[in-house]
């Protein structure tokens, strides 16, 4: 039996650079930082500066509805709403062509719902246990998001949550792949969230080490791959891709922007927080990928870095692509697009997998920002300005990692 | 307060919760099937009305509170 083929149908965002893909599309090619300073919320913090959701989703949903989310279930809703009308599905399904119960979602989070959990337990401490919301657990719950969306949708197949840190949202698109694959659905939305700029977990990110404190102009601080690199800066927001069987998508006359041709997805087992230092993990999800893709190192014209900005995730990921690609990773285009939006954890995997797929939609790899002077080590040819990517069949690599030694890789191909 | 005084202030309370215009929150409407107020949005309508009426609501009158009607009458009696 042949195996069912997964197609990309819908894509949506909202994020640091736009509160959708034309702005966020537009916002990657300029090389637009959506970094700035935060403003009160983070007096007496160490760190003050990150890259909040361009467009407040309370502006864009109803305040009835958005008044029952999380904020990162308000930002996903936001990006899957876009990507399900961008998919023209919404019609099909009001037409009873699409049922429910073959429709799925896998949405990820990396945290869930921090802002309700924080701001009800001020709420316990200052008013008492008879104030705390009566909706503070659905609102945020890990799996909030997906379900969220689930109901907006009529999705009634699996509806999955996976939480891999700052891999969740490449897993998602991992899983729902599979979802498909497997035959228990022929739609799914995949995708990842988050809201996390709040003091907390500024403070906790901060004290780990992980996040800049470059005091200099906020949109240069973000700096994968250069010298000057010392931290992620925390962004917020979501990614959101309808993935479709090739034979659904091709019944119904879809537009097709990309194929899912394979995923990757292993574990360090070295350290929690810490990545393996050679990146050994990362390779063996990069090498699945590519072995489940069935694709030749020299076919991948592209990759969408995870690439943080920290000292030594940047590097581990040159050599995990030397390690798996050999000589082709000489010729790749490689693209870090955290230098533009921060770091969205569960969102991150989720915006560049919708960044992955219009670089090989629109055959251009986005630039890489703040690359002044590029680390030695850091062996790959980095687009510091938008590149053309050639013609012809070419596939192109999404890479995630997160805390808990997560690896996710995705590869796409371009639609025939 | 008087009874037209709670009523406006209740209906507040329900358009704020639960989006309901105000001008639909009658004394003659019941919560669950002329206003969709679910279950756990009557839970924030008690809790915000307990605050701005300074009355307390137990869980176990909470179910009694069939209409608008029955939610005013109950504070009317027990505002302090």
């Not at chain 1, 009835?64 to 999380?70: M, N, P, Q, S, T």
């Not at chain 1, 949405?107 to 200052?126: C, D, M, Q, Y």
């Not at chain 2, 915000?48 to 029955?70: Q, S």
Request: charged share 20%.
């Amino acid at each position: 039996m042949s195996r069912i083929r997964v197609v990309v149908t819908g894509l949506g965002t909202t994020n640091p650079l736009g509160g959708d893909v034309a702005s966020t599309w537009d916002g990657l090619l300029a090389g637009r930082s959506g970094i700035r300073q935060l403003g009160e919320i983070t007096e007496g913090l160490p760190v003050t500066i990150g890259g909040p959701a361009a467009v407040d989703p309370t502006e864009v949903l109803e305040r009835v509805v958005a008044r029952r989310l999380d904020r990162s279930s308000q930002l996903a809703l936001v990006a899957a709403l876009e990507a399900w009308a961008d998919s023209g599905l919404a019609a099909v399904k009001e037409a009873g062509d699409l049922d429910g119960e073959r429709l799925g979602v896998a949405f990820a989070s990396g945290i869930g719902g921090v802002h309700t959990l924080l701001s009800n337990h001020e709420v316990l401490l200052e008013k008492g246990p008879r104030r705390v919301s009566p909706i503070a657990v659905p609102m945020l719950m890990a799996n909030a998001p997906a379900a969220t969306i689930s109901l907006k949708l009529g999705a009634r197949g699996p509806v999955n949550t996976p939480v891999s840190a700052c891999a969740s949202g490449n897993e998602a698109i991992a899983l729902a792949a599979d979802q498909i694959r497997l035959g228990r659905v022929d739609v799914a939305v995949a995708g990842g969230t988050e809201a996390a700029i709040h003091p907390l977990p500024i403070a906790a990110f901060a004290n780990m080490m992980a996040l800049s404190k470059n005091p200099g102009d906020p949109t240069t601080v973000s700096r994968p791959f250069d010298t000057g690199r010392d931290g992620f800066v925390l962004g917020e927001g979501a990614g959101a891709l309808v993935l479709e069987s090739l034979e659904h998508a091709q019944a119904r006359g879809a537009r097709i922007y990309a194929e899912v041709l394979g995923a990757g997805i292993t574990a360090d087992a070295h350290d929690i927080a810490q990545p393996d230092p050679e990146g050994r993990g990362g390779a063996r999800a990069i090498r699945a990928a590519v072995r489940d893709a069935d694709v030749a190192a020299a076919d991948i014209a592209h990759v969408n870095a995870h690439a943080t900005s920290t000292p030594q995730g940047d590097v581990a990921e040159s050599l995990m692509l030397h390690a798996v690609l050999g000589s082709a990773a000489d010729d790749l285009v490689v693209s870090a697009t955290k230098s533009m939006t921060g770091h969205l954890l569960g969102g991150a995997g989720a915006l560049e997998g919708v960044a992955t797929v219009l670089a090989l939609h629109h055959r251009t790899a986005p630039p890489t920002i703040n690359l002044d002077d590029k680390d030695e080590r850091v062996e790959l040819d980095v687009a510091t300005s938008p590149r053309q990517l050639p013609s012809g069949d070419i596939a192109a690599l999404n890479n995630s990692f997160g805390f808990g030694g997560a690896n996710v890789a995705v590869v796409f191909g371009s639609a025939g | 307060m008087s009874t037209e005084e709670i009523r406006a202030a209740l209906a507040e309370i329900v358009n704020e919760v639960a989006g309901i215009p105000a001008e639909n929150v009658q004394l003659d409407k019941s919560f669950a099937d002329d206003l969709d107020v679910d279950s756990l949005s009557m839970v924030e309508v008690v809790v915000e009305a307990e605050e701005k009426f300074g009355v307390t609501i137990p869980d176990d009158e909470v179910k009694n509170l069939k209409t608008v009607g029955d939610a005013v009458a109950y504070i009317e009696r027990n505002a302090s």
